[in-house]
């Protein structure tokens, strides 16, 4: 059974940064893409930053320049690094490992972005 961890939420002020983790309990590369999506309140769930197996990237278009999705192969684990955070990047964030036939999704991370 295909398990993602995430870690790193927590409540920041405007500006600052924080760095969510996803560990995935087998290797990444089974996987066509690994990424991170986030849902705010009263909102739909909305991709953030997508990796591929290559090492391709996306990003959502309001986070480019901020947010990065890296991955540490050996440790199954792939990161988002989120700098200047703003009151609108509030919401749950949940690591998601994709295959053509299959979504695997961790249980959310909460990150509030508050004065």
């Known amino acids: 059974q295909v398990q993602l961890v995430e870690s790193g939420g927590g409540l920041v002020q405007p500006g600052e940064s924080l760095t969510l983790s996803c560990a995935v309990s087998?290797?990444?590369?089974?996987?066509?893409?690994v990424g991170w999506y986030r849902q705010a309140p009263g909102k739909e769930r909305e991709l953030v930053a997508r990796?591929?197996?290559?090492?391709?990237?996306n990003y959502l278009d309001s986070v480019k320049g901020r947010f990065t999705i890296s991955r540490d192969i050996a440790e199954n684990t792939v990161y988002l690094q989120m700098n200047s955070l703003k009151p609108e990047d509030t919401a749950v964030y949940y690591c998601?490992?994709?295959?053509?036939?299959?979504?695997?999704w961790g249980q959310g991370t909460h990150v509030v972005v508050s004065s």
């Open positions: 990796m591929s197996s290559r090492g391709d990237t």
């Open positions: 998601n490992a994709h295959r053509v036939s299959f979504d695997h």
């Open positions: 087998i290797s990444i590369f089974s996987f066509n893409a």
